[in-house]
């Protein structure tokens, strides 16, 4: 029976020792820190890996990330410098550099780092106008992140980034703002309805300027055209006249050499001579020379003629 309590006793005493050993040994992930106390000091900072504690004398007193992480604090009230209250909220990008001062530098470095941000923001905006807090984000951003970096540099912790995440001015502040853009925005939309009238006035003035020039040139090309027909027009006619009086002349040539081959005397061809050149003129010429052998018999026909017309005025 002794026997059996002493063997029940020595395992549990075996089991509580695994238990023991067990909970000395601790793994550490991958960029994270854990600091250790023995017996109430400082003994050292375990980084990733396996590490081992002396039971009952160590004591793990924090752990944590060496990430970079970020916190966002709720809006600040804050006044400029021309006495314009307005509330901004921030968004600090920190990482923990040193364990050991992360540790022992503050008590609560979150809620530190929130009160250094809102009273480092409200002596940056203390210096600056409204419009000037508006338009200079990136220029309080870094003068914030320097300020805060400094700060924090004794506690273990790097700033790396400071963001304003919302300026929110007063609702009458905000009203005057948009009535502001409002003006400008129709400023602008007046300026370009403008400068559109004006582009679409140049525009149809060039059109109706390149409508006249092709109008004037289209008449002046009817004019040419115009102008060389007519003249094709007066070359055909005049060779068709000179084409018509060869003809005639021709003809006129042919009867005289049928009717000198057929034994006419003189005075027959020479009034068949002075019949053609009556044909020739046709009414058209105001001057015909004649030749003088054509003249005589011309004479002697007009006598004949004027006998002729006193006997007839005799009967």
Request: overall charge negative.
């Amino acid at each position: 029976m002794g026997g059996i309590i002493t063997t029940i006793l020595l395992t549990i005493l075996l089991v509580i020792l695994l238990i023991i050993l067990a909970s000395c040994i601790r793994i550490v992930p991958q960029a994270h820190a854990v600091v250790v106390e023995r017996l109430g000091a400082y003994q050292g900072t375990w980084s990733e890996g396996l590490h081992f504690k002396m039971p009952f004398i160590d004591r793990i007193v924090r752990r944590m990330t060496l990430k970079e992480q970020v916190v966002d604090f709720d809006p600040q009230p804050v006044i400029t410098k021309d006495n314009v209250t307005m509330r901004i909220d921030t968004v600090v990008f920190f990482q923990i550099t040193d364990p050991r001062l992360y540790t022992y530098g503050v008590e609560n470095p979150i809620m530190a780092i929130e009160n250094l941000t809102a009273t480092t923001l409200r002596n940056i905006i203390g210096d600056l106008e409204l419009d000037q807090t508006l338009t200079s984000r990136e220029t309080i951003n870094t003068t914030m992140r320097a300020s805060l970096d400094a700060a924090t540099d004794p506690w273990g912790i790097k700033v790396n980034r400071v963001e304003l995440k919302n300026i929110i001015p007063p609702a009458a502040i905000q009203d005057a703002m948009e009535k502001q853009m409002k003006a400008e925005r129709e400023r602008r939309e007046a300026i370009l309805r403008a400068e559109g009238e004006k582009k679409s006035t140049i525009l149809v003035a060039e059109g109706k300027k390149e409508s006249a020039i092709l109008d004037a040139e289209a008449d002046k090309q009817a004019a040419i055209l115009h102008a060389e027909a007519e003249k094709e027009k007066r070359i055909k006619e005049a060779e068709g006249q000179a084409e018509a009086i060869l003809k005639v002349q021709q003809a006129n040539a042919e009867g005289l050499r049928m009717l000198k081959e057929a034994g006419a005397d003189q005075a027959v061809l020479t009034l068949k001579a002075l019949e053609a050149f009556g044909k020739a003129a046709d009414g058209r010429a105001t001057k015909i020379i004649i030749p003088s052998e054509i003249q005589g018999v011309a004479g002697l026909v007009k006598s004949l003629t004027e006998v002729a017309k006193e006997d007839s005025a005799k009967e």
